[in-house]
């Protein structure tokens, strides 16, 4: 039987961020991770190019059924403290909008950054290794392991959730919650494309691939960013972004014309241009491919001067208050986050500890703590590691 000052279960963000830094204050490390490669989602993440922190991540970009329990770590490590590690390794990087920043390279660089960080303060990094159970003792844990039984004082679970179960995505970590008495909340995917099987079908398999720079409102939250139409519905950075608030059976929004009033608009061409058709106006603003399946699908294609005032404002309604009710999401398979998870309530906001058993700890996605589409998971996967590696 080894011992060891801490066990951490999962070398992805979190993890290995909690790793290198408890190992860096001089406490024994023994990182698990069961796939063969660390950081796996972190290869993936931002197309390959790893959109690893936002300058802007503050606490309204989070959401939790508990809402203040994330401002503590959040405020003690920043983007800035992230940024300046990324310096420090050379690693080229740039803004790519809204505060989101990007490897100039590849992900891999974030993930090798890490690596590196964790081998230069002495973590014991162990690939391929599962974790078959853990038991309370009295000063502390013992885990099964395939490496044998392993004592430790501290347990940190950072195993992440369900989504891209492809990656590693699992349920272990709440499965690990619920045997020390905490409460997880329920799970489903967030940052997810929607699938659409109705009468709009049709429409979005016509114009798969496009984009659309489009406002998108859901439950009282908005997002102004590009749609993108797929085979099998809609999906990009705003609809990414609405999913996390969406319940099945609500209905989405979608302003097609954001920066403008749309009957003004449609008035405006109509004195302009009273010849034109609907479709050849539509396509001042869209594709002509789009502009001509929006005016067969909502309308019929005529001059615009055949149009009444009344007709007009039915045509704007279409365009800045398209309702879609989708029936469903692709799931966790290409979820970006799970939403729910551990219940933050039943930990101790410094320092990331259970409230219930003394030494284990939760950090990450496995938490009830959802950011933004934009570099804000990677930020409290950042800053939750740090605060719990403060007292591990």
Same mark, same amino acid.
């Given at each position: 039987?080894?011992?060891?000052?801490?066990?951490?279960?999962?070398?992805?963000?979190?993890?290995?961020?909690?790793?290198?830094t408890a190992a860096g204050r001089g406490r024994e490390v023994l990182l698990i991770e069961r796939a063969n490669k660390p950081g796996k989602k972190i290869l993936m993440s931002g197309g390959g190019r790893c959109n690893f922190t936002n300058m802007y991540a503050d606490v309204e970009h989070y959401a939790s059924h508990n809402p203040h329990f994330f401002k503590s770590a959040l405020a003690?490590?920043?983007?800035?403290?992230?940024?300046?590690?990324?310096?420090?390794?050379?690693?080229?990087?740039?803004?790519?909008?809204?505060?989101?920043?990007?490897?100039?390279?590849?992900?891999?660089?974030?993930?090798?950054?890490?690596?590196?960080?964790?081998?230069?303060?002495?973590?014991?990094?162990?690939?391929?290794?599962?974790?078959?159970?853990?038991?309370?003792?009295?000063?502390?844990?013992?885990?099964?392991?395939?490496?044998?039984?392993?004592?430790?004082?501290?347990?940190?679970?950072?195993?992440?959730?369900?989504?891209?179960?492809?990656?590693?995505?699992?349920? +272990?970590?709440?499965?690990? $919650?619920? %045997?020390?008495?905490?409460?997880?909340?329920?799970?489903? !995917?967030?940052? *997810?494309?929607?699938?659409?099987?109705?009468?709009?079908?049709?429409?979005?398999?016509?114009?798969?691939?496009?984009?659309?720079?489009?406002?998108?409102?859901?439950?009282?939250?908005?997002?102004?960013?590009?749609?993108?139409?797929?085979h099998r519905g809609l999906s990009g950075p705003a609809i990414l972004q609405v999913s996390s608030f969406w319940q099945l059976g609500d209905a989405v929004e979608i302003n097609l014309l954001p920066d403008d009033d749309a009957f003004e608009w449609l008035q405006r061409h109509q004195a302009d241009r009273p010849n034109a058709e609907l479709r050849t106006v539509l396509a001042d603003a869209?594709?002509?491919?789009?502009?001509?399946?929006?005016?067969?699908?909502?309308?019929?294609?005529?001059? +615009?001067?055949?149009?009444? $005032?009344? %007709?007009?404002?039915?045509?704007?309604?279409?365009?800045? !208050?398209?309702? *879609?009710?989708?029936?469903?999401?692709?799931?966790?398979?290409?979820?970006?986050?799970?939403?729910?998870?551990?219940?933050?309530?039943?930990?101790?906001?410094?320092?990331?500890?259970?409230?219930?058993?003394?030494?284990?700890?939760?950090?990450?996605?496995?938490?009830?703590?959802?950011?933004?589409?934009?570099?804000?998971?990677?930020?409290?996967?950042?800053?939750?590691?740090?605060?719990?590696?403060?007292?591990?």
């Amino acid at each position: 039987m080894r011992s060891t000052d801490v066990v951490i279960i999962g070398a992805g963000a979190a993890g290995m961020m909690c790793a290198l830094t408890a190992a860096g204050r001089g406490r024994e490390v023994l990182l698990i991770e069961r796939a063969n490669k660390p950081g796996k989602k972190i290869l993936m993440s931002g197309g390959g190019r790893c959109n690893f922190t936002n300058m802007y991540a503050d606490v309204e970009h989070y959401a939790s059924h508990n809402p203040h329990f994330f401002k503590s770590a959040l405020a003690r490590y920043s983007p800035w403290d992230f940024i300046g590690m990324v310096a420090g390794h050379g690693i080229p990087y740039h803004e790519k909008k809204l505060g989101q920043l990007f490897c100039d390279d590849k992900s891999r660089d974030i993930r090798d950054m890490l690596v590196d960080e964790c081998r230069n303060a002495g973590v014991d990094l162990r690939l391929g290794t599962e974790v078959r159970g853990i038991d309370r003792t009295g000063d502390g844990y013992v885990l099964d392991t395939d490496l044998g039984r392993v004592t430790t004082e501290s347990v940190v679970v950072a195993t992440g959730g369900l989504s891209v179960p492809t990656l590693g995505g699992s349920g +272990m970590g709440y499965e690990i $919650a619920r %045997q020390f008495g905490h409460h997880v909340h329920p799970t489903r !995917a967030g940052l *997810v494309p929607f699938v659409i099987t109705d009468d709009l079908s049709d429409l979005c398999n016509e114009l798969s691939g496009t984009s659309v720079d489009c406002l998108v409102s859901c439950n009282g939250q908005r997002f102004r960013e590009n749609i993108l139409f797929t085979h099998r519905g809609l999906s990009g950075p705003a609809i990414l972004q609405v999913s996390s608030f969406w319940q099945l059976g609500d209905a989405v929004e979608i302003n097609l014309l954001p920066d403008d009033d749309a009957f003004e608009w449609l008035q405006r061409h109509q004195a302009d241009r009273p010849n034109a058709e609907l479709r050849t106006v539509l396509a001042d603003a869209f594709t002509k491919k789009m502009a001509t399946l929006l005016a067969d699908h909502w309308f019929w294609s005529r001059p +615009m001067k055949q149009y009444t $005032a009344a %007709q007009l404002k039915e045509i704007a309604e279409a365009l800045e !208050a398209w309702q *879609v009710v989708p029936a469903g999401t692709e799931g966790y398979r290409t979820a970006e986050v799970t939403l729910g998870g551990v219940d933050t309530s039943e930990l101790s906001s410094k320092t990331m500890e259970s409230l219930k058993s003394p030494g284990l700890y939760f950090i990450g996605e496995v938490l009830d703590v959802t950011g933004h589409l934009g570099g804000f998971n990677f930020q409290w996967a950042w800053a939750s590691g740090h605060a719990a590696a403060q007292f591990v």
